[in-house]
C-alpha cells in the first residue's frame, strides 16, 4: 500500500525521474568519453601501425640501392643505378610522412632525425663506394674495406631501425589492449544506458499511463460536478456568471439564462444583451455600479428586477468579486439567484409586522384596561361588600349572608386573576434589563413579603448556598414568589410545609433542546417542598395557561402562576422542569442561562 501511494505521488516520481535523468546523463558522458577514447586508441594504432610502414619503406629501399649498388659492381651495368636519386627522394617523401605521424611523440621526434643521419650516412658511403668501383685505378681492397663498413653500417642501422619498429609494435600492443579494454566497457556503459533508457521510458509510460487514468478519473468527476452543480442552481434558483476584464468576455450559466425565462444560451453573453432584461427604472444603476466596478475592482451587492419575455418580474440578488484565472488574468465572477419570492415575503412580513404593531397596542390598551378601569369597580364591589357585612349583616337573612359571602370571594378571585395576566403580561412586555443580582438577598425579600401567608401555614423554609446572577430582578423575584406560594397553597393539611431552596450540580445526563448540558452553561437552583404533589404525567400540562389539576374551592388559583414561572425562565434563556410524586411533594428545578 506505500508503495502504491509512492508509486502515485507525482512528487516522488519527480525526483526519481530526475535522479535517473542525472544518472543517464553520467553514463551517456561516460560512454562519450569512451567512444573518444576509442577514436583515440584506433588513432594511436593507427599512427604506430604507419610508422611501423614507413620505417620498414625506408629499409626496403635501402636494401634495394645496397642490391644494385653491389649488382652494378659486380656488372659495371649502368641500368643497376638508374633509379638511385629517384629512390632518395622516395626516402625524402617517406621521412615526411614519418614526421606527421611522430610530431606529437618527442622521443620518436629523434628518434626519427638519428635515423635521418644515420640514412645520410648511409649514402655517403653508397656514394664512396660507388667512386671506388668507378675509379680507373681500381683498389679492390679499399672497395672491400668500404663494402665492409657499408655492410657493417646498414646492419647496425637496420637494428636500429628494428628497435624503433619494434618499440612502436609494442605500442600497438598496447593500445589494442587498452583498445579492447575500453571496448568492453563501452559496451557495458552501452547497455547499461540502453537499459535505463527503457527503465525510465517505462516508468513515464507507466506514469503517464497512471496520470492519464487519474485525469480521466478526475475529467469524469469534474463532468459529474458540473452536471451536480447546473442541477443545484435549478434547484436553488440562483445562476453564475463571469467577466475576463482583458478580453471583455462574458460568459453566462445556463441557469442563468432560465432565470430570465429563456432557453440555455439564447443570446451572446454582454453588457449590452442583458440590459435589455433589466427593469427600465433600475437599467442606470445597474450599469453604473457595474462599470464602477469593473474600473476599481470592488465587489458588489445589487437587487434589481429583471422583465421577462411574458412580462413577469423577478426581483434578483446579484454579487459579484474579482480573482485572477491561471493565466494571470483578472476575472470578475458572481451569482444571480432569484429573490422574487423572499421580496413578496418580506413585504408580506412587513405588513404582518404592521398588523402586529397594531394588535400590541390594542393589547396595551387591554392591560391598561385590566390594571386601572377593570380593578376600579371591582375595589368598589369589595370595599360596599366590606360595609354592608360590617353595618348591614344583622338585618340581612342568613341566605342573604351566603349569597355575601360568595360575593366577596368571586371578587376576590377576580382580583387575584386580574394581578396574575398582569403579572403574565409584564414578563412579555416588560423591559428586560439584566443586572447582577444576589439570589439570597433577593429571597430573602420574597419570604419578608410572604411572611403573612408562611406563617398562618407555619412554614419552614431552609435556603442553601445560591449564587450571584445576571438576571431581570423583578421576574425572578415573581418566579419565587410564585413558587413558594404554590407550596403553601397546596401543602398537606394537618403538616407544616418544609420548603428547600439550593443550587444543585447539574448531572451528566442532563438534556435540553437536545443537547447535553453542564454547569458551564447553566445555574441550577432547585425548589423542593413536602405537600401534595401530583402524578408525573402531568409534568408538562402544569405550565400550560389557564391550566389546573386541583379545582376544588379548597385550593383556590387562576392556573397562571406556573406559566407565569415557565414564561420568566424562558426570558433567560433557560428551562424549568417538575419532579412530582402524589401526597409526597414536588422538585422544581429551574435551569438559568450563564451566557445572557
Same mark, same amino acid.
Request: aromatic share 10%; net charge negative; with cysteine.
Given at each position: 500500500?506505500?508503495?502504491?501511494?509512492?508509486?502515485?505521488?507525482?512528487?516522488?516520481?519527480?525526483?526519481?525521474?530526475?535522479?535517473?535523468?542525472?544518472?543517464?546523463?553520467?553514463?551517456?558522458?561516460?560512454?562519450?568519453?569512451?567512444?573518444?577514447?576509442?577514436?583515440?586508441?584506433?588513432?594511436?594504432?593507427?599512427?604506430?601501425?604507419?610508422?611501423?610502414?614507413?620505417? !620498414?619503406?625506408?629499409?626496403?629501399?635501402?636494401?634495394?640501392?645496397?642490391?644494385?649498388?653491389?649488382?652494378?659492381?659486380?656488372?659495371?651495368?649502368?641500368?643497376?643505378?638508374?633509379?638511385?636519386?629517384?629512390?632518395?627522394?622516395?626516402?625524402?617523401?617517406?621521412?615526411?610522412?614519418?614526421?606527421?605521424?611522430?610530431?606529437?611523440?618527442?622521443?620518436?621526434?629523434?628518434?626519427?632525425?638519428?635515423?635521418?643521419?644515420?640514412?645520410?650516412?648511409?649514402?655517403?658511403?653508397?656514394? !664512396?663506394?660507388?667512386?671506388?668501383?668507378?675509379?680507373?685505378?681500381?683498389?679492390?681492397?679499399?672497395?672491400?674495406?668500404?663494402?665492409?663498413?657499408?655492410?657493417?653500417?646498414?646492419?647496425?642501422?637496420?637494428? *636500429?631501425?628494428?628497435?624503433?619498429?619494434?618499440?612502436?609494435?609494442?605500442?600497438?600492443?598496447?593500445?589494442?589492449?587498452?583498445?579492447? /579494454?575500453?571496448?568492453?566497457?563501452?559496451?557495458?556503459?552501452?547497455?547499461?544506458?540502453?537499459?535505463?533508457?527503457?527503465?525510465?521510458?517505462?516508468?513515464?509510460?507507466?506514469?503517464?499511463?497512471?496520470?492519464?487514468? +487519474?485525469?480521466?478519473?478526475?475529467?469524469?468527476?469534474? $463532468?459529474?460536478?458540473?452536471?451536480?452543480?447546473?442541477?443545484?442552481?435549478?434547484?436553488?434558483?440562483?445562476?453564475?456568471? $463571469?467577466?475576463?476584464?482583458?478580453?471583455?468576455?462574458?460568459?453566462?450559466?445556463?441557469?442563468?439564462?432560465?432565470?430570465?425565462?429563456?432557453?440555455?444560451?439564447?443570446?451572446?453573453?454582454?453588457? +449590452?444583451?442583458?440590459?435589455?432584461?433589466?427593469?427600465?427604472?433600475?437599467?442606470?444603476?445597474?450599469?453604473?455600479?457595474?462599470?464602477?466596478?469593473?474600473?476599481?475592482?470592488?465587489?458588489?451587492?445589487?437587487?434589481?428586477?429583471?422583465?421577462?419575455?411574458?412580462?413577469?418580474?423577478?426581483?434578483?440578488?446579484?454579487?459579484?468579486? /474579482?480573482?485572477?484565472?491561471?493565466?494571470?488574468?483578472?476575472?470578475?465572477?458572481?451569482?444571480?439567484?432569484?429573490?422574487?419570492?423572499?421580496?413578496?415575503?418580506?413585504? !408580506?412580513?412587513?405588513?404582518?409586522?404592521?398588523?402586529?404593531?397594531?394588535?400590541?397596542?390594542?393589547?396595551?390598551?387591554?392591560?391598561?384596561?385590566?390594571?386601572?378601569?377593570?380593578?376600579?369597580?371591582?375595589?368598589?364591589?369589595?370595599?360596599?361588600?366590606?360595609?354592608?357585612?360590617?353595618?348591614?349583616?344583622?338585618?340581612?337573612?342568613?341566605?342573604?349572608?351566603?349569597?355575601?359571602?360568595?360575593?366577596?370571594?368571586?371578587?376576590? $378571585?377576580?382580583?387575584?386573576?386580574?394581578?396574575?395576566?398582569?403579572?403574565?403580561?409584564?414578563?412579555?412586555?416588560?423591559?428586560?434589563?439584566?443586572?447582577?443580582?444576589?439570589?439570597?438577598?433577593?429571597?430573602?425579600?420574597?419570604?419578608?413579603?410572604?411572611?403573612?401567608?408562611?406563617?398562618?401555614?407555619?412554614?419552614?423554609?431552609?435556603?442553601?448556598?445560591?449564587?450571584?446572577?445576571?438576571?431581570?430582578? *423583578?421576574?425572578?423575584?415573581?418566579?419565587?414568589?410564585?413558587?413558594?406560594?404554590?407550596?403553601?397553597?397546596?401543602?398537606?393539611?394537618?403538616?407544616?410545609?418544609?420548603?428547600?431552596?439550593?443550587?444543585?450540580?447539574?448531572?451528566?445526563?442532563?438534556?435540553?433542546?437536545?443537547?447535553?448540558?453542564?454547569?458551564?452553561?447553566?445555574?441550577?437552583?432547585?425548589?423542593?417542598?413536602?405537600?401534595?404533589? *401530583?402524578?408525573? +404525567?402531568?409534568?408538562? $400540562?402544569?405550565?400550560?395557561? *389557564?391550566?389546573?389539576?386541583?379545582?376544588?374551592?379548597?385550593?383556590?388559583?387562576?392556573?397562571?402562576?406556573?406559566?407565569?414561572?415557565?414564561?420568566?425562565?424562558?426570558?433567560?434563556?433557560?428551562?424549568?422542569?417538575?419532579?412530582?410524586?402524589?401526597?409526597?411533594?414536588?422538585?422544581?428545578?429551574?435551569?438559568?442561562?450563564?451566557?445572557?
Amino acid at each position: 500500500m506505500k508503495l502504491l501511494k509512492l508509486h502515485k505521488n507525482s512528487q516522488v516520481f519527480k525526483i526519481a525521474l530526475g535522479i535517473a535523468i542525472i544518472v543517464v546523463c553520467y553514463i551517456a558522458s561516460v560512454f562519450y568519453t569512451q567512444m573518444r577514447s576509442l577514436d583515440s586508441s584506433v588513432d594511436l594504432i593507427n599512427n604506430a601501425t604507419e610508422t611501423q610502414l614507413e620505417l !620498414e619503406n625506408v629499409l626496403s629501399l635501402i636494401s634495394i640501392y645496397e642490391t644494385n649498388l653491389r649488382s652494378y659492381i659486380i656488372t659495371k651495368d649502368e641500368s643497376y643505378l638508374a633509379n638511385r636519386f629517384m629512390t632518395r627522394g622516395e626516402i625524402e617523401s617517406n621521412f615526411k610522412r614519418i614526421n606527421k605521424l611522430v610530431a606529437n611523440n618527442p622521443a620518436r621526434v629523434k628518434d626519427v632525425e638519428r635515423l635521418k643521419k644515420l640514412i645520410d650516412y648511409r649514402f655517403a658511403l653508397f656514394r !664512396e663506394t660507388l667512386l671506388l668501383s668507378k675509379s680507373t685505378l681500381p683498389n679492390s681492397v679499399a672497395l672491400k674495406e668500404k663494402l665492409r663498413e657499408s655492410n657493417e653500417f646498414t646492419e647496425s642501422m637496420k637494428n *636500429f631501425v628494428y628497435k624503433t619498429i619494434n618499440a612502436e609494435g609494442d605500442k600497438v600492443k598496447i593500445h589494442n589492449d587498452n583498445h579492447q /579494454f575500453e571496448l568492453e566497457d563501452s559496451i557495458i556503459s552501452a547497455f547499461v544506458l540502453v537499459i535505463l533508457s527503457l527503465l525510465i521510458l517505462f516508468l513515464s509510460f507507466n506514469k503517464m499511463n497512471v496520470d492519464i487514468n +487519474e485525469l480521466k478519473k478526475t475529467n469524469d468527476e469534474l $463532468k459529474f460536478l458540473n452536471h451536480s452543480f447546473n442541477e443545484a442552481e435549478k434547484i436553488a434558483g440562483f445562476g453564475h456568471w $463571469k467577466i475576463n476584464l482583458q478580453t471583455n468576455k462574458y460568459t453566462f450559466s445556463d441557469n442563468f439564462f432560465r432565470l430570465l425565462g429563456l432557453e440555455p444560451q439564447s443570446f451572446v453573453p454582454s453588457l +449590452e444583451n442583458i440590459l435589455k432584461y433589466i427593469h427600465p427604472d433600475d437599467i442606470e444603476y445597474v450599469k453604473q455600479m457595474h462599470l464602477h466596478s469593473l474600473s476599481t475592482y470592488f465587489p458588489t451587492s445589487l437587487m434589481y428586477r429583471f422583465v421577462l419575455p411574458n412580462g413577469d418580474l423577478k426581483y434578483v440578488m446579484s454579487v459579484g468579486s /474579482f480573482t485572477t484565472n491561471g493565466k494571470g488574468e483578472m476575472v470578475k465572477t458572481g451569482l444571480n439567484y432569484d429573490m422574487t419570492d423572499q421580496f413578496k415575503k418580506t413585504v !408580506e412580513l412587513e405588513e404582518n409586522n404592521k398588523e402586529l404593531i397594531s394588535i400590541n397596542e390594542e393589547l396595551e390598551s387591554f392591560n391598561n384596561i385590566v390594571s386601572h378601569d377593570l380593578q376600579e369597580p371591582l375595589r368598589k364591589i369589595q370595599m360596599f361588600v366590606s360595609r354592608i357585612e360590617s353595618e348591614e349583616m344583622d338585618s340581612i337573612s342568613a341566605q342573604g349572608k351566603v349569597y355575601f359571602s360568595k360575593i366577596r370571594t368571586s371578587a376576590n $378571585k377576580m382580583q387575584t386573576l386580574l394581578i396574575d395576566l398582569l403579572n403574565y403580561s409584564r414578563t412579555i412586555k416588560g423591559d428586560k434589563v439584566f443586572e447582577e443580582t444576589n439570589l439570597r438577598e433577593l429571597i430573602d425579600h420574597v419570604i419578608d413579603e410572604l411572611s403573612p401567608d408562611i406563617e398562618d401555614k407555619g412554614a419552614k423554609i431552609n435556603i442553601g448556598s445560591l449564587p450571584t446572577v445576571k438576571v431581570i430582578s *423583578f421576574q425572578i423575584e415573581q418566579l419565587f414568589i410564585n413558587l413558594i406560594s404554590n407550596s403553601l397553597k397546596y401543602s398537606k393539611e394537618g403538616l407544616a410545609p418544609e420548603i428547600s431552596i439550593s443550587s444543585k450540580k447539574i448531572e451528566e445526563n442532563e438534556v435540553f433542546n437536545n443537547e447535553i448540558i453542564s454547569d458551564e452553561d447553566y445555574y441550577k437552583i432547585v425548589v423542593k417542598d413536602n405537600g401534595i404533589g *401530583f402524578k408525573q +404525567e402531568y409534568a408538562e $400540562k402544569i405550565f400550560i395557561l *389557564f391550566q389546573r389539576l386541583e379545582t376544588g374551592s379548597k385550593y383556590a388559583g387562576t392556573g397562571l402562576g406556573l406559566a407565569i414561572c415557565k414564561r420568566i425562565v424562558d426570558n433567560h434563556d433557560g428551562f424549568i422542569k417538575v419532579f412530582s410524586e402524589l401526597n409526597v411533594g414536588s422538585e422544581f428545578s429551574i435551569f438559568i442561562s450563564k451566557k445572557v
